[in-house]
């Protein structure tokens, strides 16, 4: 599986290199733990990452995504994820929007789902929604998530600063909601080279906060 995913990164590569200036965009990044709205999806494990998208002077895009995660059966971070995304971004006076949808796609049996993707923003400000439209396993369908962040790029020239918070709202179900509170720093050296670090905390009742991840990253934007 791991094999797939380095494959999948030298196609990424290629593809940039032929069709940056023609409005593709791509980034390459490991991470030491890949942290999803505040849980690890690798088992504490480093994942490698790929990244696509392509955007039309229209407002409309596409886009790719890949990564491995942890598979249980192996119990190792072996599995592969790999997401497929469309949508429209657009301006109105100072503000922008976004409306979309994520397929997230997993080589792990009744893993898969699609999300709609709903966003404002203003400047480096983002609050978006999340909806679970279909899932292979019906217990996630339905399922929500609002996130609030701000991100700020070379704050006193030196350094790239992001935080902010996600909630979960599960559908029709006896649990409680999550909640996750991040943060990252990043610093960009030479025109294309990033490293960084996060972290998050995460609450599975959104009160008791018991769980902090941390992870360091260094990747490449084209």
Known sequence: MISAMIRFLIALLIAANYLAAAGLSAKIEYKSDYIFRGVTQTNHEGALQGALRYGFESGFYLGAFGSNVYDAKDDAAKA??????????????????????????????????IEALFAVGYGAFRLAGYDVVAADNDYFEGDRYVEASANFSEVLGLIDIGFGAGYGLPSDRDVDSPLNLFASLGKTLGQTLKIGASAEIYSDNAKDFGKTRFAVFIGCAF
């Open 80 to 113: 592969i994820q790999y997401d497929f995304s469309s949508g429209y971004l657009g301006e109105a006076g100072d503000i922008w929007f976004e409306a979309g949808a994520i397929s997230r796609n997993f080589t792990i049996d009744d893993a898969n789902y």
